[in-house]
């Protein structure tokens, strides 16, 4: 890919000593440059911050792919001579005083310029761009506004229990309430933003975003809460999601109740998503319409909010699991291990892999896995 553009870039440097409108058919130009915002995230596209009619000129950019470090950078369909362009560039998630200016001087080359993010301390995520013309006085007067999108590497943090161990259920899956402090503490002191599924779309507007997910609906997890409200300030806002077998709230003591499960809601911190009604091997069921249907709709009676991601039992699924699970949720989270990145397959949002914590887990080796 960086080949490529190295490629197009010479081949543009080389036309640049041509004459640009008499060697380039029209159709080359558009071959190489697609408008960023054609780039742009599905979910992010109706937040679209400008109307681009009404400007004097179009950005494009070259296509980035999760592995992209640069892109390059042009403005067409300049509705007025234009002998240098300014472009101001920062992250979404960071200030705007954290703004770069990159000059461009060349109209032949459609004032093309080269965002590397280590200009930006090689941080990913979303960018603004903002393009303006610069007069003989010095002048700038806004051209285009748009955005690129490096995507980031996304940890969803996968727990069970956060509990002392005392001889029942399977001891691996107990992390103690201090370890578990320890690595919420971790999050904060180092500056992660932690999401649950309703801003998913956020992923790339937000430093170093992370989700804490919890499976099973153990009536444990209010230790989890606890902690959580614990660290919130006026900085660092907790966010996780709990995922709930729909069939075991007020079951018994080992369970969420109704009870906690809207104290959870109510602290503003968790999201309560589904973990199918039964815990059943969704591959070899039958009824579909109750472990992912009706499942869904008793958590939302019970929280009176959408539950839209799932957690497959025990991590299992299939084609048809997955075909079945896209009719009534929007995410959905495996047991495979890794992080999460933006790369535009067909169902990935159904295959989201997860970081699992264990009892054994350290703090450095917890810092390592969701780096
Ligand atoms: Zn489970």
Known sequence: ??????????????????????????????????????????????????????????????????????????????????????????RTADDSKTMKIFPAVNPADHFTILLDTRDFASKRGEYQIEAYS????????????????????VPILMYHAVDEYRG??????????????????????????????????????VNKPIFVTFDDGMKNNMNALKILKKLEDHKFKPAATEFVIAGRIDSGSYSLSSTDIKEMVNSGIFSIQSHTMSHS????????????????????????????????????????????????????VTTKYGLFVERGLSNELFLLHRIPIHSTTTIPEFATMIR
């Open 168 to 205: 029942q259920g399977w001891k691996l899956l107990f992390v103690s309430p201090a370890n578990f402090e320890r690595q919420m503490q971790y999050l904060k002191d180092n500056g992660y933003t932690l999401l649950t599924f309703e801003r998913f779309s956020d992923i790339n507007k």
């Open 134 to 153: 610069v007069d003989n006085s010095g002048k700038e007067t806004l051209l285009s506004k748009s955005v690129v999108i490096f995507p980031q590497r």
């Open 1 to 90: 890919m960086r080949k490529l553009i190295t490629i197009t870039l010479i081949f543009y440097l080389f036309l640049a000593g041509c004459d640009w409108k008499l060697t380039v058919p029209e159709y080359v130009y558009k071959d190489h440059r697609h408008e960023v915002l054609a780039n742009r995230n599905p979910q992010t596209k109706e937040q679209r911050p400008f109307n681009n009619k009404k400007l004097r000129g179009t950005i494009f950019s070259t296509p980035v792919t999760y592995q992209s470090t640069t892109v390059s950078i042009s403005v067409g369909n300049l509705k007025s001579t234009v002998t240098k362009i300014n472009y101001h560039i920062w």
């Open 281 to 332: 091997d969704l591959r070899s069921v039958t009824d579909y319409v109750q472990e992912l249907k009706l499942s869904k709709e008793k958590i939302e009676q019970v929280t009176g909010k959408p539950v839209i991601a799932l957690a497959y039992p025990m991590g299992y699924f299939n084609d048809k699991v997955v075909e079945e699970t896209e009719k009534y949720y929007k995410f959905a």
